[in-house]
């Protein structure tokens, strides 16, 4: 692989509030020589070798939550389509990739994105929340919960696949009357009865804090949930690259950061959700690829309380682990600290601390910013381990804990 490398030295970090200013640089990071800038800069491939890499699944069943779910001949959203399984049809999962999952299905096997299955009879196989609204309740049992998202379907049976029934809106609460596989069998307060998901509902009428997803303050035990401190808040949650412009391509295995940034950002985006945050991405899907400015503008636009870039790391020397970047002094720094914190408590990879950075959605941005690199796709061992569903979720959960002791603050 032959590129032109660009370096960008920075000024030191800045105590002044962020505002309009004269733009000195719009790209990524100097630790980012390697990556494809979204900024403009010239990069030339002469040749690029992809090596395929699988991370092994130890077998297990899952159930589809999508209304129908697109099989793929290989682990990436342009391979071909080779057929579809249906919403809530069982599957056997037997490897897993950076967030797709290889199925078999009847006589079809392939890849499916594993962000729409579940292990039959246990937690989500990308389900970020670890305890739920109903455990403490026994089948048949009945409790009140309080729904926490801004609009939630009740549908006719517990699945995405099944019909829309009516709706329900932050702060109503409902009769819990059983739980099957992530979804709640409830009764409104008009009588009428239907599923709704789990995760964005909280057990109790008073809805002081969610158990919809376990995050732990920054305090010594960690015993206390953090998630009131999320409740209300909005978060602006950048998966980085996207579209055309991939990012760091990992140069052992070919890993796309762009596919890296938007798993993760969603499994982030599910935890804050489930505490009771209400999360805005700058991008949903693998074809998007927003500008640096209009991702920078779209905090102030929906008034959000914090912005979170989500990336993965390149650089020509032998580095490893995380690294999370500030702009500001006053405004981004105890954001960054607190999620490098978390961080640094132990998610796969070690944290190499906290970093000054002049990157356009940081320096340009109304709202306190954070950028947070997850690894460097140019250590073998760090692409191996950043590939896995597993430290996509563990460091996801960091940001989300890190992003509530915030706010706690």
């Given at each position: 692989?032959?590129?032109?490398?660009?370096?960008?030295?920075?000024p030191g970090p800045?105590?002044?509030?962020?505002?309009?200013?004269?733009?000195?640089?719009?790209?990524?990071?100097?630790?980012?020589?390697?990556?494809?800038?979204?900024?403009?800069?010239?990069?030339?491939v002469l040749s690029l070798a992809l090596t395929s890499f699988t991370v092994r699944a130890d077998g297990y069943t899952a159930k589809v939550y999508a209304t129908s779910l697109k099989v793929r001949s290989e682990p990436a959203s342009e391979a071909?389509?080779?057929?579809?399984?249906?919403?809530?049809?069982?599957?056997?999962?037997?490897?897993?990739?950076?967030?797709?999952?290889?199925?078999?299905?009847?006589?079809?096997t392939g890849w499916v994105a594993g962000y729409y299955l579940k292990k039959a009879g246990g937690a989500a196989a990308s389900d970020p929340i670890s305890r739920t609204a109903a455990n403490a309740h026994t089948a048949g049992s009945r409790s009140t919960a309080t729904?926490?998202?801004?609009?939630?379907?009740?549908?006719?049976?517990?699945?995405?696949?099944?019909?829309?029934?009516?709706?329900?809106?932050?702060?109503?609460?409902?009769?819990?009357?059983?739980?099957?596989?992530?979804?709640?069998?409830?009764?409104?307060?008009?009588?009428a009865a239907g599923w709704v998901a789990e995760p964005y509902v909280t057990a109790g009428s008073s809805a002081s804090f969610a158990v919809g997803v376990s995050l732990t303050s920054g305090d010594s035990t960690g015993?206390?949930?953090?998630?009131?401190?999320?409740?209300?808040?909005?978060?602006?949650?950048?998966?980085?690259?996207?579209?055309?412009?991939?990012?760091?391509?990992?140069?052992t295995y070919g890993t796309m950061e762009k596919d890296l940034n938007l798993q993760t950002a969603l499994y982030l985006r599910d935890y804050l959700t489930a505490a009771g945050a209400r999360v805005t991405m700058t991008r949903t899907r693998d074809a998007q690829r927003p500008t640096l400015s209009s991702r920078a503008r779209l905090a102030p636009a929906v008034s959000a309380d914090a912005f979170i870039s989500v990336h993965y790391n390149s650089s020509p020397?032998?580095?490893?682990?995380?690294?999370?970047?500030?702009?500001?002094?006053?405004?981004?720094?105890?954001?960054?600290?607190?999620?490098?914190?978390?961080?640094?408590?132990g998610v796969g990879l070690k944290s190499n601390g906290l970093s000054f950075g002049d990157y356009?959605?940081?320096?340009?941005?109304?709202?306190?910013?954070?950028?947070?690199?997850?690894?460097?796709?140019?250590?073998?061992?760090?692409?191996s381990i950043v590939r896995k569903t597993s430290y996509q979720k563990k460091a996801a959960k960091a940001i989300a804990n890190g992003i509530a002791d915030y706010f706690s603050n």
């Open positions: 692989m032959n590129k032109h490398i660009h370096s960008i030295p920075g800045v105590k002044r509030n962020k505002g309009r200013h004269s733009e000195r640089h719009s790209g990524f990071a100097a630790l980012k020589p390697l990556a494809w800038l979204a900024a403009g800069v010239s990069v030339t071909a389509v080779k057929g579809s399984v249906k919403g809530g049809s069982i599957v056997t999962v037997t490897e897993e990739q950076h967030g797709w999952s290889k199925i078999s299905a009847g006589n079809m729904v926490t998202a801004d609009s939630l379907r009740i549908r006719s049976g517990p699945g995405t696949g099944y019909d829309a029934v009516g709706s329900l809106k932050a702060r109503d609460i409902v009769t819990v009357l059983s739980r099957r596989s992530g979804w709640l069998n409830i009764r409104t307060a008009s009588g015993s206390r949930p953090a998630s009131a401190s999320l409740r209300g808040k909005r978060i602006v949650v950048d998966p980085g690259h996207g579209g055309t412009d991939p990012g760091m391509i990992g140069t020397k032998k580095i490893s682990g995380t690294l999370t970047f500030f702009y500001s002094e006053s405004d981004d720094l105890k954001l960054a600290r607190a999620i490098e914190q978390r961080l640094g408590r356009h959605i940081l320096r340009e941005n109304e709202t306190p910013a954070a950028l947070v690199e997850l690894g460097f796709l140019t250590s073998p061992t760090d692409e």
